[in-house]
């Protein structure tokens, strides 16, 4: 095939071999795989992903239905003695996924005789090219290797599981079900859980906030249990619910379980219904349904993160226990209005932010010792400063510490209000010792609370700690797979160690995942170091759209490249976008680049972000050695750790 090389072709090759020396293991998964193989979980994924567009699950699956196709042609078996023969232990799911593969069921294999009946859906689809791992028919109906698996989760609703499956549960939730697990020991490394975000049944469409609020505080109480490995999800990205998609979620999350539910609010009371899914089975383990005051809307959260530990065969501690029981408020109007806050807070935009501090402060007027309303009103002030939408940084800046002390006051082991104000210590008041005491208690205090890690991890580049940096935001990533943010941070990661394609993946993933400006910046610099000159034009489009004030130049800078190249392209930013001192560095221009690092460090904190990556950042390489560079280092109150890092080999490569 084209365009798998060699090496492509034997890692599929060797998984391939390893997937069907387990074909009967129905436990056979993503982990096994990879002890196996002798890789990690990430690269393995990476790299099908380079080569197949497939996930690693997706991969595994579509490996035994081939074997299943040969099966049933030349062995004579029944549908559901190759099913059980292919690592399948539901025949019913086995069909299910045959019938989607090939465009017919296995009922319909001609036995031997080499003959397939024709596709009964997606018969005027046209063949992909794909890289062949086991014979299959030459006429069977396969689909696309080149199908993006994101594809199969970010859509727009989010109902469809209860439209299809509702009935199924509430089935399930007043008959007594047999528990699949019952009899099996699940090991440490299998109790990896998501919560997906619970759909609304209330006809007020504005209600989904509560869902989403429900759904995520549950996730935050499993989050407080150190066994449990949970992966966070963040509530803007929508997914389909069809049960179908349930392993393929799963798989992109990296999880083992997958917690579903609804929520129905009328009057003062709420109704909640969760089931609790194994996804690399397809089966039902545990479901519930309450039907209680609004009040009790805390007891039903604890109850729901307690029964799910139990059902994942994990014994709470007695602080584990207690920090799932406690009650933040007892005011459940207080409790409401936070929930609106943080589903606008996530949004990140001015408007939405603002709507959501509006909820903040309404919620501690009814409830003055809400911790958790502090935090969040100290993270809207801080994300708008953040953003440069103060004219007053200062003042609002202290109203961000202020609040988040505030919390920390009425709740010392809020990990949530540490991370917040190690993150506000770190990027507006450059007080690195004591943003590293606060990010290291919110860790300590909660391992599983991604943001605390993508924080540390930022920080640590701060310091020029590559390493210890690196293994941050991969814990980060493992705990947040679709965060976009922590995509970008991992791309910068990648890219000031010069693997630039590893940097160009996240950046995409990110890009598939929120639309951020700064993405662009960041994919035309990798394009530059490449020279590829016509994928960086395109990019540099894309950043000049974002501004009235530059959208003016989108066909200007297109002729210059046609006439100049990568060069002329690269003087015309010089001489008219003004401000980049990362850029101006990148091109050669040092004295522009110092000139605009020194102007940014006059203005403080929240100028530049890209002050405190000085130390690690790839674009500024020939300043390290710069004595102005060194006093803008000092005056950061770096010196010590750039001195650290400038003793590493390579560090003063270009001086």
């Known amino acids: 095939m084209s365009g798998v090389t060699s090496s492509d072709q034997a890692f599929i090759n060797r998984l391939t071999e390893i997937i069907l020396t387990n074909l009967e293991n129905d436990h056979f998964d993503v982990d096994e795989l990879a002890h196996e193989a002798g890789m990690s979980r990430s690269y393995i994924l990476q790299r099908l992903t380079s080569t197949t567009s497939k996930s690693t699950t997706q991969f ?56 397939e009946p024709e596709a009964e859906f997606n018969a005027s689809a046209s063949e992909p090219q794909t890289i062949e791992t086991e014979p299959v028919p030459d006429n069977a109906k396969r689909p696309a290797w080149n199908i993006s698996g994101r594809q199969i989760f970010i859509y727009r609703g989010i109902g469809l599981l209860f439209v299809l499956g509702l009935a199924f549960i509430l089935y399930i939730t007043f008959y007594k079900n047999t528990n699949t697990l019952a009899n099996h020991s699940l090991k440490s490394k299998d109790k990896s859980i998501s919560v997906l975000p619970f759909i609304s049944l209330s006809k007020v469409e504005e209600n989904q906030y509560f869902a989403e609020g429900v759904a995520e505080n549950i996730l935050n109480n499993l989050i407080k249990i150190r066994e449990l490995r949970v992966v966070a999800i963040n509530p803007v990205i929508k997914f389909s619910q069809n049960p179908l998609d349930i392993p393929g979620i799963a798989s992109k999350l990296g999880v083992n379980f997958l917690l579903t539910g609804s929520v129905q609010r009328f009057g003062n009371r709420v109704l909640v219904i969760v089931q609790l899914i194994d996804a690399r089975h397809d089966q039902h383990i ?3 349904k309450y039907d209680k005051q609004l009040a009790d809307i805390f007891l039903i959260q604890s109850d729901i993160a307690t029964q799910v530990a139990d059902q994942l065969q994990t014994v709470l501690s007695p602080n584990e226990k207690e920090q799932i029981e406690k009650i933040p408020t007892k005011n459940a109007e207080a409790y409401n209005l936070y929930l609106k806050g943080r589903y606008f807070l996530s949004r990140r935009t ?103 890690h993508l924080y540390y991890s930022m920080l640590m580049d701060a310091f020029g700690d590559s390493e210890k940096g690196r293994e941050q935001i991969d814990l980060a990533l493992e705990l947040d797979p679709l965060s976009p943010i922590i995509h970008l941070i991992s791309a910068t990661f990648y890219y000031n160690e010069e693997k630039f394609d590893a940097s160009l993946m996240e950046c995409r993933e990110a890009e598939s995942l929120a639309n951020y400006d700064w993405i662009h910046s960041i994919i035309f610099t990798i394009y530059y170091r490449q020279g590829n000159g016509k994928e960086a034009l395109i990019e540099l489009q894309k950043i000049l759209l974002l501004d009235t004030l530059t959208a003016k130049y989108n066909n200007v800078v297109r002729d210059v490249y046609a006439s100049s190249g990568l060069n002329g392209l690269t003087k015309w930013i010089i001489e008219n976008i003004k401000g980049i001192p990362g850029w101006y560095a990148l091109f050669g221009y040092k004295e522009k680049a110092l000139a605009g690092l020194e102007e940014f460090l006059r203005k403080g904190p929240t100028t530049y972000g890209e002050l405190v990556r000085l130390i690690n950042h790839l674009d500024y390489e020939t300043l390290r050695s710069e004595p102005r560079f060194k006093a803008v280092i000092d005056k950061l109150g770096l010196t010590k750790y750039y001195l650290k890092r400038a003793k590493q080999p390579g560090y003063l490569k270009n001086q």
């Open 60 to 115: 595994i699956r579509e490996v035994r239905l081939q074997q299943a196709m040969e099966m049933l042609r030349h062995e004579g078996k029944t549908a559901a003695e190759v099913a059980y023969s292919v690592g399948f232990s539901s025949p019913a799911y086995f069909n299910t996924c045959f019938h989607e593969f090939y465009g017919y069921p296995p009922g319909k294999v001609s036995k031997k005789s080499g003959k």
């Open 286 to 288: 545990w479901s519930d």
């Open 350 to 452: 001015h408007d939405w932010i603002r709507k959501g501090m509006k909820y903040f402060e309404k919620a501690i007027q009814i409830d003055p010792d809400y911790a958790l309303a502090y935090a969040g009103l100290g993270d809207g002030y801080d994300f708008l400063a953040g953003q440069g939408l103060y004219t007053h940084k200062d003042e609002e800046l202290d109203k961000a510490k202020s609040y988040l002390q505030k919390a920390l006051k009425l709740d010392k082991n809020l990990a949530e209000a540490h991370a917040s104000l190690g993150r506000l210590l770190t990027f507006e008041e450059w007080n690195w010792e004591e943003a590293e005491k606060e990010l290291i208690l919110a860790i300590r205090l909660n391992p599983n609370y991604a943001p605390a």
